[in-house]
C-alpha cells in the first residue's frame, strides 16, 4: 500500500513538472509571437540591387535590406567615382548583414582590419511619404552616402589607422522625399576590432514607423533591465541574511550581468543614459558579460542539483573562462576580438554540460528539472540564433531573442527559487506545528505523572501519620 501511494505521489510530482514545463514552452511562444509581429520583411538585394517598388509595401511595414551588396575591398569610394569615365570595379558582392572577413564558399575572404565600401541601388514605391533608415551595429566606424549627399558620419573614417576612431551609434536618418531611388554608399572602417561590415542590415521605412517601434522596443527593453535588477537586488539582500544560501548568491549575479548585458543590446540604452560611452567600454563590457554568462548558470544549477555533477568535470568546463577573463584584464577588449569564435565554442561546450546536467535531474526525477531543462532550452535557442544573425547565417529575422531567451531563464530560475523558499516556509511551519503540538503532549504527560505522584503521596502518608500514632502509643 505505502508502494503504491509512493508511486502516485511520484508520478503526480513528475506530472507537475511537465505541466509548469509546457507553460513556460507556451509563454517562451507568445514572445516569439510578439517577436514576430515586430519583426521585419526582409526584401533580399540581388546583386547590388533592390527593387520594392513591386512588393505592395504598406506605410507602417519595414524592410530589411539583406542580400548581396556591391563590395569595394580597400577603398573609400565617394558617389563621385561612379559617376566617372572609368568606375572602379566591383571586387565582389558580400552578403549583409555579415562581416567581410566571413570565410564562405565562393565568396572571397578579407582581413578583419582594413577599409571597404559598400554600395546599394535601391528602388522603393511613391506610397512612402517620409522614406528613412534605420541603422544600427556598423563595425565600427562609417560614413553614409545618399544620392551623392553625406547624410550621416559616426567615428572618424580614414584609411591611415592613427585617425580612424572607431564609434557605434542607433540613427535614424531621413532621406530625400524628391525621388524613388536611392544610391546608399557606406564607408566602413575597422582597424582594432575582429570583424568588421554591416553586421546588421540597414532598415528602411517610415520614418516616423522607425520611431514608433524603436520607442516601444526601447521601453520593452527598459522595463525588462528594471526587473532583472530588482530581482538582483532581492536576492542579494536574501544571500546577505542566509549567507549560506549560495543559489541566491549565483542568481543575484546572473540577473546584474543580464540587467549590465541588455544595456549595451538591443536599443543599447547605455548611449542614451552615458552619451560619451566610449566603444572600448561597450565592447568590454560585451566581452566580460558574455564570458560569465553561461558558468553563471551552470553554478546556480548545481546548486540546485549538487549530486548531478562531477567537481573534476566542472573544475574543466569552467577553467577557460578564468583563462579568458585573465586575458581580458591584462590585454584590451581589441585584442580579445579576435578570440570571438573560440568563444563560440567555449560556449558551446559549456551549454552542452549544462544540459547533460539538467538531463540527468530530469532523468532522476529531481524537483522542478523539467522546468529548468525547458527554460535552458529556450535560452539555448534564442542565443544561437542571435549568433547566427550576427554572423549572417540565420533566415529568421526576430528583434532581440537574447532578451526572450534571457526572460524565460530567469523566470524559471525565480520560480525555482520561489518553490524552494515555499517548500521551506511550509516545513518551518510543520515543524513550528509539531513543536507546539510536542509541547502540549509534554505538559499533558506532566500533568498526568503530577497527578499519578499525587495519588501516590496522599495514601502513604496517611498511612504513616497513622503509623507513627500508633508507635507513640
Known amino acids: 500500500m505505502m508502494k503504491v501511494m509512493n508511486q502516485k505521489r511520484i508520478w503526480e510530482?513528475?506530472?507537475?513538472?511537465?505541466?509548469?514545463?509546457?507553460?513556460?514552452?507556451?509563454?517562451?511562444?507568445?514572445?516569439?509571437?510578439?517577436?514576430?509581429?515586430?519583426?521585419?520583411?526582409?526584401e533580399p538585394a540581388d546583386n547590388g540591387t533592390a527593387n520594392l517598388t513591386e512588393a505592395n509595401l504598406k506605410q507602417d511595414e519595414?524592410?530589411?535590406?539583406?542580400?548581396?551588396?556591391?563590395f569595394y575591398?580597400?577603398?573609400?569610394l565617394t558617389p563621385q567615382d561612379f559617376i566617372s569615365k572609368q568606375p572602379t570595379q566591383m571586387d565582389s558582392l558580400m552578403k549583409v548583414p555579415g562581416t567581410w572577413d566571413d570565410q564562405k564558399a565562393g565568396r572571397k575572404g578579407y582581413l578583419h582590419a582594413g577599409v571597404a565600401t559598400y554600395r546599394l541601388n535601391?528602388?522603393?514605391?511613391?506610397?512612402?511619404?517620409?522614406?528613412?533608415?534605420?541603422?544600427?551595429?556598423?563595425?565600427?566606424?562609417?560614413?553614409?552616402y545618399v544620392n551623392g549627399q553625406l547624410i550621416a558620419e559616426v567615428g572618424k573614417v580614414s584609411d591611415k589607422p592613427s585617425r580612424v576612431k572607431e564609434n557605434e551609434k542607433l540613427l535614424i536618418v531621413e532621406l530625400p522625399k524628391n525621388t524613388q531611388k536611392f544610391?546608399?554608399?557606406?564607408q566602413v572602417v575597422n582597424m582594432n576590432y575582429g570583424r568588421g561590415g554591416l553586421r546588421e542590415s540597414p532598415v528602411f521605412g517610415?520614418?516616423?514607423?522607425?520611431?514608433?517601434?524603436?520607442?516601444?522596443?526601447?521601453?520593452?527593453?527598459?522595463?525588462?533591465?528594471?526587473?532583472?535588477?530588482?530581482?538582483?537586488?532581492?536576492?542579494?539582500?536574501?544571500f546577505l541574511l542566509q549567507t549560506k544560501?549560495?543559489?541566491?548568491?549565483?542568481?543575484?549575479?546572473l540577473c546584474f550581468i543580464t540587467a549590465v548585458r541588455s544595456l549595451i543590446w538591443g536599443e543599447a540604452p547605455l548611449t542614451i543614459f552615458y552619451p560619451?560611452?566610449?566603444?572600448?567600454?561597450?565592447?568590454?563590457?560585451?566581452?566580460?558579460?558574455?564570458?560569465?554568462?553561461?558558468?553563471?548558470?551552470?553554478?546556480?544549477?548545481?546548486?540546485?542539483?549538487?549530486?548531478?555533477?562531477?567537481?573534476?568535470?566542472?573544475?574543466l568546463v569552467l577553467l577557460p573562462t578564468l583563462i579568458f577573463e585573465i586575458m581580458l584584464l591584462v590585454t584590451s577588449a581589441r585584442f580579445m576580438a579576435s578570440f570571438t569564435d573560440y568563444l563560440y565554442i567555449l560556449l558551446l561546450v559549456q551549454i552542452i554540460y549544462i544540459m547533460s546536467v539538467l538531463a540527468k535531474a530530469v532523468i532522476c526525477r529531481r524537483d522542478n528539472a523539467v522546468l529548468m531543462f525547458s527554460a535552458l532550452c529556450i535560452f539555448v535557442l534564442t542565443m544561437i540564433q542571435d549568433i547566427l544573425h550576427y554572423k549572417g547565417i540565420g533566415g529568421m529575422n526576430v528583434s532581440y531573442m537574447f532578451l526572450y531567451g534571457n526572460l524565460a531563464v530567469i523566470m524559471a530560475m525565480s520560480f525555482v527559487q520561489a518553490m524552494q523558499q515555499s517548500n521551506t516556509h511550509k516545513k518551518l511551519i510543520l515543524y513550528n506545528e509539531n513543536l507546539v503540538e510536542a509541547d502540549r503532549l509534554k505538559d499533558k504527560i506532566m500533568a498526568t505523572e503530577m497527578s499519578f505522584l499525587q495519588a501516590q503521596i496522599k495514601p502513604h502518608f496517611l498511612y504513616n501519620a497513622l503509623n507513627a500514632i500508633a508507635n507513640v502509643c
Open 13 to 42: 510530482k513528475v506530472s507537475s513538472n511537465w505541466r509548469i514545463g509546457f507553460v513556460v514552452l507556451f509563454i517562451a511562444f507568445m514572445f516569439f509571437a510578439i517577436g514576430k509581429m515586430y519583426s521585419l520583411k526582409s
Open 62 to 70: 519595414l524592410v530589411a535590406l539583406n542580400g548581396n551588396w556591391e
Open 73 to 76: 575591398w580597400n577603398k573609400l
Open 122 to 144: 535601391l528602388n522603393y514605391p511613391k506610397t512612402f511619404k517620409d522614406p528613412a533608415l534605420r541603422i544600427q551595429n556598423v563595425a565600427n566606424a562609417y560614413k553614409l
Open 183 to 186: 544610391e546608399i554608399i557606406f
Open 206 to 238: 517610415s520614418k516616423q514607423v522607425l520611431e514608433r517601434r524603436g520607442m516601444v522596443r526601447l521601453a520593452t527593453q527598459l522595463f525588462f533591465i528594471g526587473s532583472v535588477f530588482i530581482f538582483a537586488i532581492y536576492y542579494l539582500l536574501l
Open 245 to 253: 544560501n549560495k543559489t541566491a548568491l549565483y542568481f543575484s549575479i
Open 276 to 315: 560619451n560611452a566610449t566603444y572600448d567600454l561597450r565592447a568590454y563590457i560585451n566581452y566580460l558579460t558574455g564570458y560569465n554568462l553561461i558558468p553563471i548558470m551552470i553554478l546556480f544549477v548545481i546548486s540546485i542539483y549538487p549530486l548531478e555533477y562531477k567537481k573534476i568535470i566542472l573544475g
